[in-house]
């Protein structure tokens, strides 16, 4: 009940204009940290953000999702070959000063996506609640 009345009030305040997760975007880290070298490699991707890697990191990642300027997520992808072969992955690479994790979600994707055309998992390392991304829209 108490997600529900979250998310009608989310919907409420975005038809009205008003963010009500502006605080939670205000805490994030803000982009001028990521490494050199990084560069916009998509634009914003509903409820994500903008895609920021550097092009020497791809594809696995890390790429970080970009909201308004904030590090809203780092993205993470390894191809189902690596998993099926025990690959493992002891050092991802990333950010020090970070926000605290709020959830994490990985998603097989059968077929692969545009930037990564096999069968790989998507993993998602979220620093804003699932309501908060709902905000995150292409017109914003």
């Not at 990642?61 to 690959?87: F, N, R, W």
Request: net charge negative.
């Amino acid at each position: 009940m108490c997600t529900r009345m979250l998310t009608a009030t989310a919907v409420i305040l975005m038809a009205t204009g008003v963010n009500a997760f502006a605080d939670e975007f205000a805490k994030l880290s803000d982009k001028s940290i990521l490494p050199q070298g990084t560069v916009k490699i998509s634009e914003t991707v509903p409820s994500m953000g903008e895609h920021w890697s550097r092009p020497e990191d791809l594809p696995l990642g890390p790429i970080y999702c970009v909201h308004k300027g904030k590090i809203v997520c780092i993205e993470y992808m390894m191809s189902q070959a690596d998993l099926q072969a025990g690959k493992s992955w002891p050092e991802l690479v990333g950010l020090k000063n970070l926000p605290p994790i709020n959830h994490v979600n990985m998603g097989f994707m059968p077929t692969g996506h545009h930037g990564y055309e096999i069968p790989h998992y998507d993993l998602h390392i979220y620093f804003v609640t699932r309501e908060a991304l709902k905000t995150i829209t292409p017109t914003q």
